[in-house]
């Protein structure tokens, strides 16, 4: 008989003290039927939309006079309610929402939900954020990818351009008899020209120059030693200081050079499999063409 006296003393108290704070949480009290429960599923603003039993969906809007509690008493009574931010209302947490009136039954006076609620919420978002860091990390490695693929297709666009332009000055030398041809070596890795290339330049360009409307066609060339692009590099190197030296230092004027060609190490002279041969096709050759009409 004590210890049911010390119980209904003890709930009177709760009572007193919650009618002295002015708030009787909804839980503490008989549920009323215009109550609504359920499962926050998304929020706008002010604006809130509920999961409630058999699958409802409820629209409530909050506003600055709708309070809202957590319920952190024993055994989820609420009899110590902590008054919350609106903030807090986020997708997930389940609540129970108490209508400003009838007439606005979907207009929050106030807002409960369990500690127990949140704290589950919170673990559920702790075990999809990896996940969400995963898939985060996929996608960029997958941009990466795209911008890689992206920068690939240009390279390769503008090989076939290249292509095609070389193919063009090609055919159009069809119309062109040769006249003269000459060719330069060099050295490993060396674009420079050496001392007796240059004399043997310089006497071509005189014989060019015997020409009525000539042109020369430079193109450079590497051996089949490295990668494919630092051999395409190595002969675009090789044609334009041939170039220069005819152009600066044989006075061939510039609207007689065509564009030099790189040929990496395409069309060998020589096999690459000895040294000699290598060698031999480190060169640059260089070619005097006649128009034939003028020729003529």
Not at 98 to 123: C, G, H, M, R, W
Not at 144 to 167: E, F, L, P, R
Not at 182 to 191: K, R
Not at 257 to 286: D, F, I, K, Y
Request: glycine residues 6%.
């Amino acid at each position: 008989m004590k210890m049911q006296r010390w119980i209904a003393n003890a709930v009177t108290l709760a009572a007193v003290v919650a009618g002295v704070m002015g708030f009787v949480p909804a839980q503490a009290q008989d549920r009323k039927t215009d109550n609504i429960e359920g499962v926050i599923t998304s929020r706008s603003g002010d604006n809130l939309v509920l999961r409630g039993k058999g699958g409802a969906v409820i629209n409530i809007s909050i506003n600055a006079s709708t309070k809202v509690y957590e319920f952190v008493g024993p055994l989820g009574l609420g009899i110590l309610p902590s008054s919350m931010s609106t903030d807090i209302l986020v997708p997930g947490l389940r609540i129970t929402m108490e209508p400003v009136s009838a007439a606005q039954k979907n207009v929050a006076k106030t807002i409960e939900f369990k500690t127990s609620d949140l704290e589950t919420l919170y673990a559920i978002q702790a075990a999809l954020a990896v996940p969400q860091a995963q898939i985060q990390a996929l996608q960029q490695e997958l941009a990466a990818q795209k911008q890689h693929n992206s920068i690939q297709d240009q390279a390769i666009a503008a090989g076939k351009a290249a292509d095609v332009a070389i193919t063009k000055r090609i055919s159009d030398l069809a119309d062109y008899d040769q006249k003269a041809e000459m060719m330069v070596l060099f050295d490993v890795n060396s674009a420079s020209l050496s001392d007796k290339a240059k004399a043997e330049l310089k006497a071509f360009a005189e014989q060019a120059k015997k020409y009525r409307g000539y042109l020369i066609q430079v193109a450079g060339y590497a051996d089949a030693q490295g990668n494919v692009r630092a051999n395409q590099a190595l002969s675009d190197r090789r044609a334009e200081s041939t170039v220069h030296y005819l152009q600066q230092e044989c006075g061939v004027a510039l609207s007689r050079v065509l564009a030099p060609v790189a040929m990496g190490a395409s069309s060998p002279v020589a096999p690459n499999e000895t040294a000699q041969g290598r060698a031999e096709n480190r060169r640059v050759t260089v070619k005097v063409a006649v128009n034939r009409g003028i020729g003529e």
